[in-house]
């Protein structure tokens, strides 16, 4: 299964680009994907719009902040974030694109992935 997306997850992008994503690829199930709280067939039902949401803003931003609230009580986000930290699109382990660059830049540091990620979610409850 492939998707289209015009350009990535990020707040201010530079430049539209129209991507083939293939889905499949990026969801091959690692052994902790069971777990995961969005494999209920409640969320499955509304997983693209709810983890990989078209834009920012409007039912977007809804959609990101409903992903970030289920991500918040899944008992493997941090695998899943470690699994997405290079995913190009969606919210992986409760974070879009944009942070899980911090997030990676933070890693890349020295910082563990907890750290980086406490850090990062640290400073966007800051930023509101």
């Known amino acids: 299964m492939s998707w289209e997306f015009l350009g990535a997850f990020d707040p201010n992008p530079q430049e539209v680009i129209p991507i083939e994503y293939d889905l499949a690829e990026a969801m091959r199930s690692p052994s902790w994907f069971d777990e995961a709280i969005c494999r209920n067939s ?61 997030i990676s830049s933070v890693v890349k540091k020295g910082s563990s992935l907890l750290e980086a990620s406490q850090q990062i979610d640290a400073r966007s409850r800051d930023a509101r």
């Not at 409903?66 to 997405?84: D, I, N, S, T």
């Open 42 to 102: 409640e969320i499955k039902a509304q997983y693209l719009d709810t983890f990989f949401p078209e834009s920012n803003t409007g039912h977007g931003a809804n959609h990101l902040a409903q992903a970030r609230k289920l991500c918040l009580k899944c008992p493997v986000r941090y695998e899943c974030l470690e699994f997405g930290l290079e995913e190009p699109f969606g919210v992986w382990g409760g974070h879009s694109i944009t942070q899980r660059k911090r």
